[in-house]
T-cell receptor, first 115, second 109 residues
């Protein structure tokens, strides 16, 4: 247990539905990252926050995806009008510091299945 | 071509064997991570390197910045080492990781 939690751990939804995932980072960590991992592939970067500010978004993050970190603590990732291609493991990670070399601690992930 | 390439993709070894997993990258980086991922998703950071060599128990990681190459070695491998090992790099000051596809290691007793 790294101290980063994600909820839910599994989500099955029908195509077209909206889903929201939550990530609770380690409490003193100021950076929070979202990644997506499909079967047999390494994770891919989606977006990251420093405190409450969303500093970067990948081009993978289409307009159906939105992420928030309203108080600089927990974060939510929402997918609207889900598609079968959204099926993946969504991973959250957090780190402390302002440098690029800080260790990221990963949560257990939320596995999304879109039917 | 992926910015981070790992080899081999799959590796089967007998308990006790010395194992090497390789990672090559094509971009300028500020640091490189080796991570371990067990079935079910959990990723654990093993090493973060920006130069030279690090050792932790039976694990050794090296990096050659000029050649843009890193290796992860496992000495005296054990079935509990079976996992996916992932190389990831940090490009510049962004902080977000660029991952390789991972190497699936299976150590047989």
């Amino acid at each position: 247990d790294t101290g980063v939690s994600q909820d839910p751990r599994h989500k099955i939804t029908k195509r077209g539905q909206n889903v929201t995932f939550r990530c609770d980072p380690i409490s003193e960590h100021n950076r929070l990252y979202w990644y997506r991992q499909t079967l047999g592939q390494g994770p891919e970067f989606l977006t990251y926050f420093q405190n409450e500010a969303q500093l970067e978004k990948s081009r993978l993050l289409s307009d159906r995806f939105s992420a928030e970190r309203p108080k600089g603590s927990f974060s939510t990732l929402e997918i609207q009008r889900t598609e079968q291609g959204d099926s993946a493991m969504y991973l959250c990670a957090s780190s402390f510091g302002a440098g690029s070399g800080d260790t990221q601690y990963f949560g257990p992930g939320t596995r999304l299945t879109v039917l | 071509k992926n910015e981070v390439e790992q080899s081999p993709q799959n590796l089967t070894a007998q308990e006790g064997e010395f194992i090497t997993i390789n990672c090559s990258y094509s971009v300028g980086i500020s640091a490189l991570h080796w991570m371990q991922q067990h079935p079910g998703g959990g990723i654990v950071s093993l090493f973060m390197l920006s130069s030279g060599k690090k050792k932790h128990g039976r694990l050794i990681a090296t990096i050659n910045i000029q050649e843009k190459h890193s290796s992860l070695h496992i000495t005296a491998s054990h079935p509990r080492d079976s996992a996916v090992y992932i190389c990831a790099v940090i490009r510049g000051s962004q902080g977000n990781l660029i991952f390789g596809k991972g190497t699936k290691l299976s150590v047989k007793p």
